[in-house]
């Protein structure tokens, strides 16, 4: 599946003439025990070893593409998780210099 990237330029231009605000939607999403996607993308940010402006870069990342997708067996809820995906690691590359 194509997903557009979420970046200010295209999120303002989508607003405009659509009048959907793709980033405030998907940072306002809420995770799995509260705290919001961001929260969710720092807490991914810190198991994979990054800190400081590299985690919060990661994180706004990952707010932008994380969808919902079912628990683990054994687990109750629902877990977000990003896509593994060509556009998804671009801008992980392009935003934070991040290779995945």
């Known amino acids: 599946m194509w997903q557009a990237q979420s970046t200010p330029a295209y999120n303002s231009e989508m607003l405009r003439t659509c009048e959907v605000d793709r980033l405030s939607a998907s940072s306002a999403k809420p995770a ?3 705290g919001g996607l961001q929260a969710a993308g720092r807490n991914a940010a810190k198991r994979l070893g990054y800190e400081g402006d590299k985690a919060n870069c ?3 990342v990952f707010a ?3 969808a919902q ?3 683990q067996p054994g687990d109750r809820g629902t877990r977000w998780a990003a896509p593994v995906s060509n556009s998804y690691k671009q801008e ?3 935003t934070c210099q991040i290779s995945r």
């Open 92 to 94: 992980l590359w392009s």
């Open 32 to 34: 799995a025990g509260g």
């Open 69 to 71: 997708a079912p628990a």
């Open 64 to 66: 932008t593409y994380a």
């Open 58 to 60: 990661y994180a706004r």
